[in-house]
């Protein structure tokens, strides 16, 4: 089975500038999730979706962070403008299903994004 | 105070020495108790799961929830130098639309051979 596909792997960009990233989650799975995580810091959730619909987005910073899940199955981050505290390791997860209990997610390698 | 405190370490064990990682937590509506292992520059992967207080246990891994404590433990016997990586302690709540996972920092893990 494929897991959490990620694109790009690594990312260097300077301020004010734009970036996106790329998940394609696993097959079937129909909860997707994006994390920020700071170096030293434990992974935090951006954004979840359930099929294309947004379940959570409360840590999303929405002033520069946009985030989609066309059809249901790949998902697209967007960072527009860049700061410097937005860098960080963005990890993608998904998950079979979305419910009261300990639904395992599966995740990505992430995007190590620099920005100057 | 944070919600999920981990002591981020780092630890440097010898091989074949038994390791006790911990977390605590402040919000008792936590049910579900979760250990993630990332190796660097890979995602973390689920290495055990408990939900509400006890005891788990899978190979050389063991995962202890107090709940009366608000403190949960993973437990590695026999470390290998394989086991080097960073562990992050994760929980959520149950029920509804309490999805979210809430993590740890995480705690760097080295077994020297």
Redesign the interface.
Known sequence: EAG?AQSPRYKIIEKRQSVAFWCNPISGHA?LYWYQQIL??????LI?FQNNGV??DSQLPKDRFSAERLKGVDSTLKIQPAKLEDSAVY?C?SSLE?????D???????T?LTVL | QKE?E?D?GPLSVPEGAIVSLNCTYSNSAFQ?F?WYRQYS??????LM?T?SSGNKEDGRFTAQVDKSSKYISLFIRDSQPSDSATY?C?M?K????????T????TLLTVNP
């Open positions: 959490v909860t030293g810091q434990g992974p935090k959730l979840q379940v959570d990890l997860a979305s419910g009261g209990r300990a395992t997610q599966y995740f990505g390698p992430g190590r | 999920v981990q981020p579900y979760m520059r890979k995602g973390p992967e689920l799961y939900y992050l994760a959520k149950s029920g509804g639309s309490n999805y979210k996972l993590f740890g920092k995480g």
